[in-house]
Nanobody
Framework: QVQLLESGGGLVQDGGSLRLSCAAA????????LAWFRQAPGKERELVAA????????HYADFVKGRFTISRDNRKNTVTLQMNGLKPDDTAVYYC????????????WGRGTQVTVSS
C-alpha cells in the first residue's frame, strides 16, 4: 500500500515561487504515474501535472505550462512540483496522487498541502 505525504506549501506573494514535495512510503513507486492535483474552494479537483513511469515523460495542464515543473526521483521515492510565477488563481490545496502504470484512475493520494498566493 502506497502512502503519500506532501510538504512545502505556504503563503507567497503574486509572482513568487514554491516547491512542493511528496514522499511515498510503503512501496516503491517506480511503476506508478505520479501527479499533482489541486482543489480550490468551491471548485472540482483538477490535474496540474503528471510524470509517467519510465521512460519518464510529463504532462501539464495548460494553465501551468511554462510556470510549473514536475520531476521524480525513483531512488528517493519522491515527486516534486516547482512552481514559479505563482498567481492568486493558483491558491488551492495541492494533492500528490499516484496510480499504477496502465491504470485509468488514481488510487492513492495524500492529505494535501495548502498553497496561498496573495495579490
Amino acid at each position: 500500500q502506497v502512502q503519500l505525504l506532501e510538504s512545502g506549501g505556504g503563503l507567497v506573494q503574486d509572482g513568487g515561487s514554491l516547491r512542493l514535495s511528496c514522499a511515498a512510503a510503503g512501496s516503491t513507486v517506480n511503476n506508478y504515474v505520479l501527479a499533482w492535483f489541486r482543489q480550490a474552494p468551491g471548485k472540482e479537483r483538477e490535474l496540474v501535472a503528471a510524470v509517467y513511469a519510465g521512460p519518464t515523460s510529463t504532462h501539464y495542464a495548460d494553465f501551468v505550462k511554462g510556470r510549473f515543473t514536475i520531476s521524480r526521483d525513483n531512488r528517493k521515492n519522491t515527486v516534486t512540483l516547482q512552481m514559479n510565477g505563482l498567481k492568486p488563481d493558483d491558491t488551492a490545496v495541492y494533492y500528490c496522487e499516484a496510480k499504477f502504470r496502465g491504470s485509468t484512475s488514481y488510487t492513492h493520494w495524500g492529505r494535501g498541502t495548502q498553497v496561498t498566493v496573495s495579490s
